[in-house]
């Protein structure tokens, strides 16, 4: 399953998944069209210690959070304001959540999943295990960013970014 893994993020991006129990409410962002994907993933790169994920935003959705983003998105996932982050303004995610970027946002949506699926693990390094990210704009007139996320498992965090995609789309 392991080799397979490029191949089956080209398919978790294809496919439209159900909801899990496990993951929260899909949040959504205000004021867009229905039809609006307000971010696509381009390309994704598996390597050994991480993944790279290549990201781009529709024309016509926001670059940045604003407070009723931010508030929604607290609403729906509460634990995103209390990841550490580094930033300019403060030490957690919670400090910049309401003006920063969607593919910032979407990181920190990633390594909550992953965070929620390895609390639940029998084993007890992987519930102690801790997730990093880094997020740049490639182009930001293109709404193009790249974000970089490390794993515990390679499926877990394809999954993860699946459904974080969806839960900023839907």
Known sequence: VRERAPE????LLRVKRPHHPDHPVR???ADRPSAMQAIRVQRIIVRRDRVV???ALDPAAPRTTTPEIAEHLIEH??????H????DVGPTFGD???HTSLPHVLEHLVIDLQTRHTARSDDPRMRARTFRGTTEWI???EGRAKIELDY????????ALADSVDILND
Do not use: F, H, M, S
Not at 77 to 82: D, E, F, G, I, R
Not at 152 to 159: E, G, N, Q, T
């Open 139 to 141: 182009n930001i007139g």
């Open 96 to 98: 910049v959540i309401a």
């Open 53 to 55: 994920c290549y990201v």
């Open 152 to 159: 515990a498992d390679d499926l877990v965090v394809l999954k």
């Open 27 to 29: 949040p959504g962002l």
């Open 84 to 87: 550490d982050c580094i930033n």
């Open 77 to 82: 996932v509460p634990t995103l304001p209390q």
């Open 8 to 11: 089956i993020a080209q398919a």
